[in-house]
């Protein structure tokens, strides 16, 4: 299906071409004639899947063909991230079109603070917001959504699990009723079905083969010890086959950790996770996207909507905890049709868990030969048990006190 049978606006129509879009994906093509029909939406769609262009295209459609000029379209998402990079796509989106957009988040200096404050009260067509900052604008009354026509979830689920669906519940009690609300998210636990219930007018729901990577990404695992791993890491990241890196790691610690053994060993990377200020954040960022640094080591902050083409290499330093943090994690690389390699490096206490991911995927993953020179690494168990811990066997023991 291409852009055309959706009858879009023309100038629209030329800011897609400019995009390189020629075929709709698949949730484009479920989404967007349902959006553009005023219906309500629950999406279960992984990122790389093209859902951005799946509900921006449609709003951008129906803000130019109406007249008003206040706050048209509210999108919430987890992280500032995600909402610098919805703005970025907009824009490009709206190119030859009279719409504009703001992404409002945490984390700036005071000088963004008020030009976001000054942009919000000019009155943006879009705003993307994190759900924080927003309801601290709100309380100072900086922002006036009586107009607002779209309420847009993104990565619900990603929303919940950062403890937000309060922030949530108070941000929808301050829009108007008579609103299109549309909800993308991974995946549908109860949780989201019940907020789904209260924020919803009878949705229509689409569901694009729930967490699956996508089909271009070569999945592949190394048994490794820990002791094992740094060197295995150096002769990846040193046989020159990849140009563009995300090495994830599961702790800021362990980030930290890792970035210094790389630097020592003379491997361009830079670390990237929440203790860094968010104008390092934006220049690392940058860097990584103008190839300029090959590697960047990071936490599951760089999970979730990262979209920077042309990674080709995705290396987990340690099994994600959660089968569906594994499918954002890959999703990095291989974005939309394209291909892209997925190495996670699996410890003897990680097998149950990487297990889970392949019962999530439905597939026994490759696992590799470790190097001669690094010795034997563990023997898979799939049906290994989470390691239990002895009542208090974690505690720090203090010495008796000094009666
Ligand atoms: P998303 O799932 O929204 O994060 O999109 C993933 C990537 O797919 C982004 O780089 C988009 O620019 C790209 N994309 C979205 N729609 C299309 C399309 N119809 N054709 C080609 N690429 C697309």
Not at 127 to 146: E, H, Q, Y
Request: glycine content about 6%; proline content about 5%.
């Amino acid at each position: 299906m291409t852009f055309d049978d959706f009858k879009l606006e023309y100038d629209l129509l030329d800011g897609i071409d400019a995009m390189g879009y020629t075929k709709a994906t698949p949730i484009q093509e479920q989404a967007i004639p349902r959006i553009l029909n005023n219906e309500d939406l629950i999406a279960c769609a992984q990122t790389g899947t093209g859902k951005t262009a799946a509900f921006v295209l449609p709003i951008l459609n129906k803000i130019i063909t109406s007249e008003t000029k206040h706050i048209n379209t509210l999108v919430l998402v987890p992280t500032r991230e995600l909402a610098q990079q919805i703005d970025q796509q907009i824009e490009a989106m709206a190119y030859y079109i009279d719409v504009c957009s703001i992404a409002v988040y945490g984390g700036s200096d005071g000088i963004t603070w008020e030009q976001q404050k000054r942009a919000l009260k000019k009155g943006a067509d879009i705003v993307i917001a994190t759900p924080g900052r927003l309801i601290a604008l709100l309380n100072m009354g900086a922002i006036d959504f009586g107009q607002l026509q779209h309420l847009v979830l993104d990565e619900a689920d990603r929303m919940l699990d950062m403890g937000f669906v309060e922030d949530i519940e108070r941000i929808v009690s301050e829009l108007p009723q008579e609103r299109q609300t549309l909800l993308f998210s991974a995946t549908m636990p109860p949780k989201i079905r019940s907020l789904a219930g209260k924020i919803l007018n009878n949705p229509v729901q689409i569901s694009i083969a729930i967490s699956k990577p996508a089909a271009g990404i070569v999945q592949q695992a190394y048994l490794a010890h820990d002791s094992q791993k740094d060197a295995l890491l150096k002769g990846i990241l040193n046989s020159g086959t990849f140009k563009s890196i995300i090495i994830f790691c599961s702790t800021k610690d362990k980030v930290k950790v890792v970035h210094h053994m790389l630097q020592k060993a003379k491997i361009d990377a830079k670390p990237f996770h929440s203790d860094l200020k968010q104008e390092e954040r934006e220049e690392i960022m940058q860097q990584f996207k103008n190839q300029k640094i090959t590697a960047l080591v990071g936490t599951d902050v760089l999970s979730r909507g990262i979209d920077v083409t042309g990674i080709d290499l995705v290396l987990n330093y340690d099994v994600p905890p959660d089968p569906e943090d594994y499918i954002h994690r890959i999703g990095r690389t291989a974005r939309a049709e394209t291909t892209g390699t997925a190495i996670t490096f699996i410890n003897e206490k990680d097998m149950y868990r990487f297990a889970a991911i392949e019962k999530m995927i439905e597939r026994e993953l490759p696992k590799l030969a470790l190097p001669e020179s690094l010795g034997e690494g563990p023997i898979y168990n799939p049906l290994a048990k989470k390691p239990s811990f002895k009542p208090g066997g974690n505690r720090k023991k203090f010495p008796p006190r000094n009666k």
